[in-house]
């Protein structure tokens, strides 16, 4: 089965810095799909960045990106120029490609304080 | 912006009643997810529709939980009787479905407290 481990329960940062949110996933599959979901308080989750396996080249969506390592299992979020809507929970997630398995395996979520 | 819709947003119950939970999926969308988050744990599937079908209820407690889609539409999630440990955020989410890869869109939520 398929493992989520998202390591940091808490994290802090000021604004306008940078942080880092560590993932880490456990699979034998090689095609899959990596996600990164915002969760704010009282408020929908909402998808910050999507990461297919068979693309070497890391996703960006504006401020965010992903350093997303296959070998080592490895997908953290960098959020540059931190902003008070940043602060969330933020959920790793991980999907397989194929119909009947699109269903999201979440980590345990991260909860990132923005300090200003 | 279409959004996913859900109601109640709070249910509070008393252990051993019934309770039951309401998503409207954004429209067009054919697939469409419940999820349970117990608190400081990330989001786990209950059950999977694909337009009226159920695709995966692997993890759905079939004893007291039920869920159905009948018009391939919105969505009811029952519970009866409800216990302690169901207390919980049920989260309802809803993606297109042409492509397996399609966003899933999730809705507020709605959050039990079984007392």
């Known amino acids: 089965a398929q493992t989520v481990t998202q390591s940091q329960p808490e994290m802090s940062v000021q604004e306008a810095e940078t942080v880092t949110l560590s993932c880490t996933y456990d699979?034998?599959?090689?095609?899959?799909?990596l996600f990164w979901y915002k969760q704010p308080p009282s408020r929908q989750m909402i998808l910050v960045i999507r990461q297919e396996a068979y693309k070497q080249q890391n996703a960006t969506e504006n401020r965010f990106s992903v350093n997303f390592q296959k070998a080592a299992k490895s997908f953290s979020l960098k959020i540059s120029d931190s902003q008070l809507g940043d602060a969330a929970m933020y959920f790793c997630a991980y999907s397989l490609p194929n119909f009947g398995n699109e269903k999201l395996t979440f980590g345990t979520g991260t909860r990132l304080t923005i300090i200003p | 912006e279409a959004e996913v819709a859900q109601s109640p947003r709070y249910k509070i119950t008393e252990k051993s009643q019934a309770v039951a939970f309401w998503c409207d999926p954004i429209s067009g969308h054919a697939t469409l997810y419940w999820y349970r988050q117990i608190l400081g744990q990330g989001p786990e599937l209950l059950v999977q529709f694909q337009d009226e079908s159920v695709v995966d209820d692997s993890q759905l407690p079939k004893d007291r939980f039920s869920a159905e889609r009948l018009k391939g539409v919105d969505s009811t999630l029952k519970i009866q009787p409800a216990e302690l440990g169901d207390s919980a955020m049920y989260l309802c989410?809803?993606?297109?479905?042409?492509?397996?890869?399609?966003?899933?869109?999730f809705g507020p939520g709605t959050r039990l407290t079984v007392l």
């Open positions: 989410a809803s993606s297109l479905g042409a492509r397996y890869t399609d966003t899933q869109y």
């Open positions: 699979t034998s599959e090689s095609d899959y799909y």
